[in-house]
C-alpha cells in the first residue's frame, strides 16, 4: 500500500510539473490581436476588398475614351484580263467565242491606324455599372469588418474558456491538496487506532479519485489551449509556446429595463456591419436592374480614324515602301436591337430575383439581429444573478470546511465528513469560476450583438 501511494504522489508531481513549465503571460487584447493579424479569415477578407475595388476600376474604364493602335497587313489575289486583248474561238459544231485573256494579279496592302472611341449614351448601363461597383466595394469593406468582429469575439471565447481550463485545473488541485491532508490524518488516525481501516483505505481512494479529475483537468487546458492557438490563427504546434491567460475576470452587477434593451435593439441595426453590408447588396441589386434595362436603350458612340495605307504587288514588304496614303474618318454610330429572343427582358427579371432576394436577406438580417441581442441581454443578466447567489454559496463552503476540519481535529467529525465538505467546497469554486467565465462571455456577446466598436 505504501508504494502505490508513493506512485500516486509521484504522479501527481509529474502533473503539477507538465501544467508549470515555464508559460507566456496572454492578455485578452494580445489574443485579440493575434488572431485578427494572421487569421485566414482577415486575409480572405482583404483579399475580396482588393478584388472589388479592382472590379470597379475596370467597370469605371468605361467612361473614359478608348484609344486602339491599329496593324494590318494582308494579301488579295484578284483576275485581271488583258483587255482589249480578244481571241476568237471556232469550235467543231461551227460555233464562234470571243474570249479574253486573263491572268492572276497578287495585291498587298498594310495599314497603320489611331481609332478613338468614346461612348455617348449607353442607356444607363455605364452609370449602373460604376453605381454597383461602388456598392460592392461597401459591402466588400462590411463583410471584412464582420469577419474581423467574428473572429475577435470567436478568441474572446477561446480566451476565457482557456481562463476556465486554467482556474478549474488549480481548484483541482486544491482539492488533491486538502485530499491529501485527510489522507495523512487518516493514517495517523488509523495508527492511533482511532478509526477504522476501512476509513483510512476510503481517505486514500478519495484521494485517488481526485488525482484522476486532476488529470482530466489538465487535458481539458490542453485542449483549451489549441483551441486558442486554432482562433488566433497559428496552427503550427512544433512553432508554439505555451500561453497563460493572464487577464482576471471580473463583475459588476447589472441591471436592464426594456428602454435599455430597445436602445440596444436600434443600435444594433444601426450599427451592425451585417446591415450595412445587406443595404449595400440593395443598392447593387438596383444597380443590375438599371444596367439590365440599357438593353431596352440605344447605344450610342462617336468615332474617329486615321489611317496610313501602302499598297505593293509583287511582295508583302513592298506594301510597307510607299505608305504615302492616308485618311481620316469621324462618325457617330446608333445601335438599337430590334429583337434578341427577349433576352433583354429576360435579364431584367433575373435581376429584379436578385434584388428581391437582397430585401428579404436584410429583412431576415434584421430578425436575426434582434434575436441576438435579446439573447446577449438574457444570458448577461441570468450570469449576473448566478454570479452573486455563488458569491454567498463560496464563502458559506469555505468555512463549511473549516469548521469540519476543526471537528476533525477535536474528533467531533469523520473523515468522510471532511472529505465531504472538501469537494463541497471545490465543486462551488468550479461553479463560481464558471458563473464568471460566462458571465465575461456575455459580456462580450452583448457588445458583439449591439454593433459596438469592439474590438
Given at each position: 500500500?505504501r508504494?502505490?501511494l508513493s506512485l500516486a504522489?509521484?504522479?501527481?508531481?509529474v502533473i503539477?510539473i507538465g501544467?508549470s513549465r515555464a508559460?507566456?503571460?496572454l492578455?485578452l487584447?494580445?489574443?485579440?490581436?493575434?488572431?485578427?493579424?494572421?487569421h485566414p479569415?482577415?486575409?480572405?477578407?482583404?483579399?475580396?476588398?482588393a478584388?472589388?475595388r479592382?472590379?470597379?476600376?475596370?467597370v469605371?474604364s468605361?467612361r473614359?475614351?478608348k484609344?486602339d493602335?491599329?496593324?494590318e497587313?494582308q494579301y488579295?489575289?484578284?483576275?485581271?484580263?488583258?483587255?482589249?486583248?480578244?481571241i476568237?474561238l471556232t469550235?467543231?459544231?461551227?460555233t464562234?467565242?470571243?474570249?479574253?485573256?486573263?491572268?492572276?494579279?497578287p495585291?498587298?496592302?498594310s495599314e497603320?491606324a489611331v481609332?478613338a472611341t468614346?461612348?455617348?449614351?449607353?442607356g444607363?448601363?455605364?452609370?449602373s455599372a460604376i453605381?454597383?461597383?461602388?456598392?460592392?466595394?461597401r459591402?466588400?469593406?462590411?463583410?471584412?469588418h464582420?469577419?474581423?468582429r467574428?473572429?475577435?469575439?470567436?478568441?474572446?471565447r477561446?480566451?476565457?474558456?482557456l481562463?476556465?481550463?486554467?482556474e478549474?485545473?488549480r481548484?483541482?488541485?486544491e482539492?488533491?491538496?486538502?485530499?491529501?491532508?485527510i489522507?495523512?490524518?487518516?493514517?495517523?488516525?488509523h495508527a492511533?487506532?482511532?478509526?477504522?481501516?476501512l476509513?483510512r483505505?476510503k481517505a486514500?481512494v478519495d484521494f485517488?479519485?481526485?488525482q484522476?479529475?486532476?488529470s482530466q483537468s489538465?487535458?481539458a487546458?490542453?485542449?483549451?489551449?489549441?483551441?486558442l492557438?486554432?482562433?488566433?490563427?497559428?496552427?503550427?504546434a512544433?512553432?508554439?509556446e505555451?500561453v497563460h491567460?493572464q487577464d482576471?475576470?471580473?463583475?459588476?452587477?447589472?441591471t436592464?429595463d426594456?428602454?435599455?434593451?430597445?436602445?440596444?435593439?436600434?443600435?444594433a441595426?444601426?450599427?451592425?456591419p451585417?446591415?450595412?453590408s445587406?443595404a449595400?447588396?440593395?443598392e447593387?441589386?438596383?444597380?443590375?436592374v438599371g444596367?439590365?434595362?440599357?438593353?431596352?436603350?440605344?447605344?450610342?458612340?462617336l468615332f474617329?480614324?486615321?489611317?496610313w495605307i501602302?499598297y505593293?504587288q509583287?511582295?508583302a514588304?513592298?506594301?510597307?515602301?510607299?505608305?504615302?496614303?492616308n485618311?481620316?474618318?469621324?462618325?457617330v454610330?446608333?445601335?438599337?436591337?430590334l429583337?434578341?429572343?427577349l433576352?433583354?427582358l429576360?435579364k431584367?427579371e433575373?435581376?429584379?430575383?436578385?434584388l428581391?432576394?437582397?430585401?428579404l436577406e436584410?429583412?431576415?438580417?434584421?430578425?436575426?439581429?434582434?434575436r441576438?441581442?435579446?439573447k446577449?441581454?438574457?444570458?448577461?443578466?441570468?450570469?449576473?444573478k448566478r454570479?452573486?447567489?455563488l458569491q454567498?454559496s463560496?464563502g458559506?463552503a469555505?468555512r463549511?470546511?473549516?469548521a469540519?476540519?476543526?471537528q476533525?481535529?477535536?474528533?467531533?467529525?469523520t473523515?468522510h465528513?471532511?472529505?465531504e465538505?472538501?469537494v463541497?467546497m471545490a465543486e462551488t469554486?468550479?461553479?463560481?469560476?464558471?458563473?464568471?467565465i460566462?458571465?465575461?462571455m456575455a459580456k462580450a456577446?452583448?457588445a458583439?450583438?449591439r454593433?459596438?466598436?469592439?474590438p
Amino acid at each position: 500500500m505504501r508504494h502505490s501511494l508513493s506512485l500516486a504522489v509521484l504522479l501527481t508531481l509529474v502533473i503539477f510539473i507538465g501544467v508549470s513549465r515555464a508559460q507566456v503571460p496572454l492578455s485578452l487584447p494580445g489574443a485579440v490581436n493575434r488572431a485578427l493579424k494572421a487569421h485566414p479569415d482577415v486575409l480572405m477578407a482583404e483579399r475580396d476588398v482588393a478584388r472589388s475595388r479592382a472590379v470597379f476600376k475596370n467597370v469605371r474604364s468605361s467612361r473614359f475614351p478608348k484609344i486602339d493602335f491599329l496593324f494590318e497587313n494582308q494579301y488579295t489575289k484578284t483576275i485581271e484580263k488583258f483587255e482589249p486583248t480578244k481571241i476568237h474561238l471556232t469550235f467543231d459544231d461551227g460555233t464562234d467565242k470571243v474570249i479574253s485573256p486573263t491572268k492572276d494579279v497578287p495585291e498587298y496592302q498594310s495599314e497603320i491606324a489611331v481609332q478613338a472611341t468614346e461612348k455617348l449614351f449607353s442607356g444607363g448601363r455605364i452609370f449602373s455599372a460604376i453605381k454597383g461597383a461602388r456598392a460592392g466595394i461597401r459591402s466588400a469593406e462590411r463583410a471584412r469588418h464582420t469577419s474581423r468582429r467574428g473572429i475577435a469575439l470567436a478568441a474572446t471565447r477561446a480566451y476565457w474558456e482557456l481562463k476556465r481550463a486554467q482556474e478549474v485545473l488549480r481548484i483541482d488541485q486544491e482539492k488533491v491538496e486538502h485530499a491529501e491532508d485527510i489522507l495523512k490524518a487518516a493514517k495517523s488516525r488509523h495508527a492511533q487506532g482511532a478509526i477504522s481501516k476501512l476509513e483510512r483505505e476510503k481517505a486514500q481512494v478519495d484521494f485517488l479519485n481526485h488525482q484522476g479529475d486532476l488529470s482530466q483537468s489538465q487535458t481539458a487546458r490542453k485542449i483549451a489551449e489549441d483551441t486558442l492557438w486554432l482562433e488566433m490563427g497559428q496552427l503550427e504546434a512544433e512553432k508554439r509556446e505555451l500561453v497563460h491567460a493572464q487577464d482576471e475576470p471580473s463583475f459588476q452587477p447589472v441591471t436592464f429595463d426594456d428602454e435599455e434593451l430597445k436602445r440596444g435593439i436600434h443600435d444594433a441595426l444601426r450599427l451592425r456591419p451585417e446591415m450595412q453590408s445587406a443595404a449595400a447588396k440593395i443598392e447593387a441589386g438596383e444597380a443590375g436592374v438599371g444596367a439590365a434595362r440599357s438593353g431596352c436603350f440605344p447605344q450610342v458612340e462617336l468615332f474617329g480614324r486615321y489611317s496610313w495605307i501602302g499598297y505593293g504587288q509583287d511582295e508583302a514588304g513592298d506594301a510597307w515602301k510607299d505608305i504615302d496614303r492616308n485618311y481620316w474618318v469621324a462618325g457617330v454610330n446608333i445601335t438599337l436591337n430590334l429583337f434578341e429572343g427577349l433576352a433583354t427582358l429576360s435579364k431584367i427579371e433575373e435581376e429584379k430575383a436578385v434584388l428581391a432576394n437582397s430585401l428579404l436577406e436584410r429583412e431576415k438580417m434584421r430578425q436575426s439581429i434582434i434575436r441576438q441581442v435579446r439573447k446577449a441581454y438574457n444570458s448577461l443578466i441570468g450570469a449576473a444573478k448566478r454570479v452573486t447567489l455563488l458569491q454567498q454559496s463560496i464563502g458559506l463552503a469555505e468555512r463549511n470546511l473549516e469548521a469540519a476540519k476543526k471537528q476533525f481535529a477535536l474528533g467531533a467529525a469523520t473523515i468522510h465528513e471532511v472529505a465531504e465538505y472538501n469537494v463541497s467546497m471545490a465543486e462551488t469554486k468550479k461553479e463560481y469560476i464558471n458563473a464568471l467565465i460566462d458571465y465575461e462571455m456575455a459580456k462580450a456577446e452583448l457588445a458583439w450583438a449591439r454593433g459596438e466598436a469592439w474590438p
